[in-house]
């Protein structure tokens, strides 16, 4: 009888320990000091136990929370303006997918935010391998991702990334939903030159309309990567906060 309730008082406690929804260990949002140029500059980097975010705004935040582009996340204006930084630790390493549960977990308790989804037809871009394949390699080595910027030669490489940066990258250039249709899994070391085509728009004629930026990446994606972009009405998932804090809870 004894083991009988002893068994019994832990299967009740292991039920509401899973009923939990998945929360970090610790955390600290502090409104952002960024001035200046950094105003602008938002980066959110997650790691194996934990992510941090500088000078987000809760736009950005939400977005990486439930895996969408910021252009998916619906709110009041001042979400894209006021900025954040966020610094959560979770208790040990865990998959991606589940410090993004935590953080809207973090969410809802310092911000008190609710959000729907929702689902509305509008203008997505799909991306596509093209004629010819893709120009860029797997990676030969392991380890995180690595961005190395070149403003002199206008030359952006990236070592051991996946497909879903560059949709990332893409969805902010487009201002609209990128969905990967590659089928690219693996991860690749990828070069992106843009300065000949800078050299091509300053050698047209400078008295004609300014270039669009987005040919000119339609473009280049073809040249450089040997991949495409096919835009088309579709059914997109949006997150729709319902009510949300500008200040949050105290750390």
Known sequence: MVRGLILTLAASAFAQEAGKPPAFDVASVRVSQAGGRERGRETITPSPDGVIMRNVSLRACTGWAYHVVSYQVN??????????DIVAKAAGAVPEDRLRAMM?????ERFKMTSHRQTREMQAYLLQ???GGPKFKESASDGESDIQPDPKTMTVSVQRTGIPFLTDVLSNVFRAPV??????????????????YLLDIRAGDSSGPPPDPQAIVLRGLQEELGLKLEAKK??????????????????
Do not use: F, S
């Open 129 to 131: 391998v093209a004629k």
């Open 179 to 196: 969905i990967d249709q590659t089928g690219l899994t693996g991860k690749y070391d990828i070069t992106i030159n843009m300065g000949k």
């Open 234 to 251: 579709m059914p997109v998932d949006l997150v729709v906060i319902d009510r949300v804090e500008k200040v949050p809870v105290e750390n």
């Open 75 to 84: 709110g009041p204006d001042w979400i894209g303006n006021d900025r954040y």
């Open 104 to 108: 809207q977990t973090l969410l809802a």
